[in-house]
Every structure is written in C-alpha cells, then in structure tokens.
C-alpha cells in the first residue's frame, strides 16, 4: 500500500524543455493578475433589503483606492476629512437628497404662459443647439419630421400633434432650453407647454412610449426622452430607460451580434463613389467606431470577474485598436486649428465636436490603464500606466481649456458651449488622476493643481444647467486636492526625494535589466520620478517624447514576443 504523497515508486521527471514550455504556455494563457482588475462595490444604504451595487466601469474602484491611500497617510497625522466617493451613475442619489426629482427644472424668465402659440421661425431657432450639437452624434429623428411638428404646433398648438410627436417636441425643446443656459439665453419664454415641467414628468412620458405597440414612432420618442435625461445628467435613470427599451447594454450586446456597417464602409454589397462623399456622416462613423473600442475595454477590464480574460495580449489588441482610432481622427481634429478655420469647411466637423473627439480619445487611454495605477506601486506596470494616465488626463484639460478660451462670452457662457455629458467624466476623473499623480509624487503639485483648476472651470459651466452633479465634482475635487496639498507638505518634510521606478525590472541573478527574449537594439534604462519619464542616457529628452509610447517595454517584457502600444 502506498501513501499519497510519499510512494517510493519512480517517476519519469519532466525535461527542463517540457517544464520552460509549459511556463510560457500558462504565462501565455493566464489572465493578467490583480494588476488589472477593478472590482464594482455594494454600498450599505443603511436600510433593510435596499442596496446599491456601483459597477467597476465607473471608476469606483481607482477613487476607494485613492481615499484608502490617503486615510493611511492620514493615519499618521491628526487630520480625519472625509473624502466624497460618489461616481457618475449615482446622481439619482444626488437628486432625492436634494428632493429635484418633482421640482420644476425652468424659471420663470425661461417659461412662459401656457395659451402663447409659439410661430414656426421661433421653434426653428429654440431647436438650433440640438441639431447643431446632438443630432450629428445620435442622429435617431428624421429632420424633415421635425419640421412638420414645428408646423403643426405653430397653426394649431401642442393638441393637435399626437402623443408621440409631442413627446418629441417636448424633449427637443427641454432639451435646448437647459442648452442656453450655458450659451446665450433665448429672448423670448418657451411656452409651458411646449417643455417638461420636471424629471418625474419626462419620466412618466416615457411610459406611455413603452405601452405603445413597438413602432420606429414610438422607439424615436422614448429615446428622446432618454436623450432628455441623458443632458440633464440623471444618467441613472437614463440606463434604466435604455434598459426597457431593450436597446441592450454595453456588456451585454456584443458588436459581433450586429451586423451594421459604418458610413462608408459598406460590406453587403458594390461600394460606389457616393458611399464616402456625404461627409455629414463622418462624425458619426467616428463615434460609432470610438463606441465599439469603448466596449472592447469594459469587455477586457470591467466583465464579470468569472469570465474576464485580461490576458496581456488581449490589452495589447485593445490598445492597438485605439490607436488606430486615434490616427483615423487626427487630420480631423487638427484640421480647424488654424485662424481661418478651413478644416471645418472640408471636415464638417464643428469645433465643438472636434473637441469631444479628442476627449475620448484621451478618455479611453484613462479607462484602459486605470486599473493599473490602482495596484502596487512599486511595479513598473503601475508606473508605466500612471504616466499614460498624467499625459491623458493633462490633454484633457488642456483641450478644454483651450476650448474655454476661444469661445468664452459673458457670465462664465460660451459661443460654443461644451453641452456633451463626458466632458463631466472627463474633468472629473482627470482631476483625480493628476491629484493621485501628485500624491505619488509622480508630477509637481503646482503642475497638478493648474491642470486641475482647468478641469474645475468646466464643471462650473455646467453648473450653469442647474443640476446637482458638477456641483458635487466641484466638492470633491477641492477636498481631495486640499488632502494631498496638506499630506504632500508633510511627505515633502520627511521625504525629500521621491521613489524612483525602474520601467525594467531587474534580474534577481545578474542585477542587469532583464529584456522580453526579442530580437532588438539595446534600449537605455527608463526611469519614472517626480518629474515623469525619463531617458537615463539623455536628460535632456522631454517628457512628452516618451509619453507617446510609455509603455512599450513593459508590454514587450509582459508578452514577450510581442511589441506594443497606448492609452485616457
């Protein structure tokens, strides 16, 4: 009888090839590890059988991260601030604290009286931001139909539409009336009418459109509603809406499950010269190929953790189609640089959303490399993924900045106002980035604080739309910088010099920086300090020159035969 584990009988033991193979073949296979993984958090709402589940897209798990690296510093000095840590996607939160969900969203110098019988050139020009700013991105109502409302409300008042038209003017209307707070007010009221008188009526129209038999009429009016709430940021019950409609969610509708082709890129039958000339539908095209990428990161970073397969290669292909995104709209995003603004003619593509192109372009970049640099510090994928995340999270608020300058009017309006919701997540998140920069000190703190500043002067803009959430970004950013302002001064007293990561590991055995086994020319050591990424055998390289690609070498020594790319 023989014993488990103690049998004396002899095994063949396995070549040092078999077992080298069988090591690649599980580093090949495995997932990435808790480098890479965000994991969603169930928050206790204090009441019995009522919680609320925040899932790992919304960045929760890099700002409990944040706070929890701060309370631990703080741990040791006799500060206890509490820090907000409520994402987007919990503004309904927000508005039942505030109790806005029954108040009326229009003053009395916005609305007027209900029996006014609005003419055809005014609803015309009260509508001009929507198919201006909304419409080019989600092109869903049909122009022409539109009009044909506008005509038959200006003869015969809101009575004479149906349900579902009325529902869309409705939302057209509210939609661009919250618009000209951030632009020029309009001179003359909307009529009562003619708009929501709250959140909670918006959402009880959208019964109606989901009672009705399914109709592209019906679908066109829920959506707007949708769309209504979207701009209004309550953008929990935005979700839930696109829920009901069955539009399905990002995770759970693969793209490979449609079969849509993009504008101008037609694959089911003989392409013709005119499948590229409207070039109207550029910008669409854009935004539908940036929403399949966006869908490729939530499918490789935020899956349910069971099925996630964050494997390096898989980040790789992910990062190589962003970049190739990123290449596709640069001659368009560089086009309206210039004083005479040429690029707009031949692009059709307004400044406004040239600028939201670039946003998440750089967004992504956060998203994709945000799960590293809330793992251990003393990798050089975290290093290597912070970097990514400073020089995105920096253009972001530079981009907008420079958008800020060139359109500002009075009373903190724009001539182009910035109405697109991700500029919201964007300033928002990018504020914390470079605060968590700064905390690490892996950039000044007065570099950060002025890019932050730039980020808060958008969430002040949209202030102006009279909703709770950029108020709230607003609190939470100034509690946060003004907790790393104070435990920084104290790290600065005790630490003078910062860690400095090497982006290549060294070896154990020989001390010497261990390479990926790729043929390649000997590259000098990388090194990340407070100031950024440098080029140890040249200094006086800048740090941009390396941001463009910070994490090449760590992708090469991660999958080794593989070289790689990128990342908001």
């Not at 939302?171 to 309009?186: E, G, K, Y």
């Not at 760590?554 to 790319?565: H, M, R």
Request: charged letters at 20%; a negative charge.
């Amino acid at each position: 009888m023989t014993i488990p584990g103690d049998s004396t009988e002899s095994t063949p033991e396995p070549s040092p090839f078999a077992a080298s193979t069988a090591s690649r073949k599980r580093k090949r296979s495995s997932p990435a590890g808790p480098t890479t993984r965000e994991y969603g958090f169930m928050r206790d709402t204090g009441e019995h059988d009522t919680a609320r589940f925040v899932g790992s897209s919304s960045g929760i798990h890099f700002i409990r991260n944040v706070h929890m690296r701060i309370a631990r510093k703080n741990a040791h000095t006799s500060s206890t601030r509490p820090l907000r840590e409520m994402v987007p996607g919990e503004d309904d939160q927000l508005r039942q604290r505030d109790a806005q969900c029954n108040t009326s969203l229009w003053t009395e110098n916005e609305v007027g009286d209900a029996a006014q019988v609005a003419s055809f050139d005014q609803l015309v020009h009260w509508s001009k931001s929507y198919f201006e700013t909304w419409h080019p991105i989600l092109p869903f109502l049909h122009g022409p139909d539109v009009l044909r409302i506008f005509e038959a409300v200006s003869q015969g008042g809101l009575s004479s539409l149906d349900k579902h038209d009325g529902v869309i003017l409705r939302s057209v209307l509210s939609i661009c009336l919250a618009d000209s707070r951030q632009s020029a007010p309009f001179q003359d009221q909307i009529p009562r009418e003619l708009v929501y008188k709250s959140v909670d009526h918006a959402v009880m129209c959208s019964q109606f459109a989901l009672q009705q038999p399914a109709s592209i009429r019906a679908t066109q009016a829920a959506l707007s509603i949708q769309l209504f709430l979207i701009s209004f940021l309550c953008l929990n019950a935005a979700s839930r809406l696109g829920g009901l409609l069955s539009l399905g969610l990002p995770l759970a509708i693969r793209d490979d499950d449609v079969d849509v082709c993009y504008p101008g890129e037609e694959h089911h039958g003989v392409s013709t010269a005119s499948d590229d000339g409207d070039k109207r539908l550029r910008l669409l095209a854009y935004m539908s190929k940036h929403a399949r990428i966006r869908g490729l990161i939530l499918e490789l970073r935020n899956k349910s953790i069971p099925v996630r397969h964050d494997t390096p290669e898989r980040s790789i292909a992910v990062q190589t189609e962003l970049a190739k995104w990123a290449n596709e709209i640069q001659d368009t995003v560089e086009a309206g640089d210039s004083v005479d603004d040429r690029g707009l003619a031949s692009s059709h593509i307004s400044s406004g959303h040239r600028s939201i192109l670039l946003l998440s372009k750089y967004e992504s970049t956060i998203s994709l490399n945000r799960p590293m640099i809330a793992s251990d510090p003393s990798t050089p994928h975290w290093g290597a993924a912070m970097q990514s995340c400073i020089s995105a999270a920096k253009s972001i608020c530079i981009t907008m900045k420079r958008h800020l300058q060139q359109h500002q009017a009075e009373d903190n309006r724009l001539t182009v106002p910035m109405l697109w919701p991700a500029y919201i997540w964007a300033a928002w998140i990018s504020a914390f980035v470079l605060a968590f920069a700064a905390f690490e000190q892996q950039m000044p703190m007065k570099t950060a604080l002025r890019h932050i500043e730039s980020s808060k002067e958008v969430l002040r803009h949209f202030a102006a739309r009279n909703t709770s959430w950029p108020e709230y970004c607003l609190s939470a950013i100034d509690e946060l910088t003004l907790a790393v302002e104070e435990l920084s001064q104290t790290s600065r007293e005790s630490f003078p010099r910062s860690t400095v990561y090497s982006a290549v590991p060294e070896s154990r055995e020989t001390g010497r920086h261990a390479h990926a086994a790729v043929s390649r020319p000997a590259a000098p050591p990388v090194v990340t300090s407070s100031t950024g990424i440098h080029n140890a055998s040249d200094p006086a390289l800048s740090q941009d020159a390396y941001n463009l690609n910070p994490t090449a070498e760590i992708l090469v020594a991660a999958a080794p035969g593989v070289d790689g790319w990128f990342g908001i």
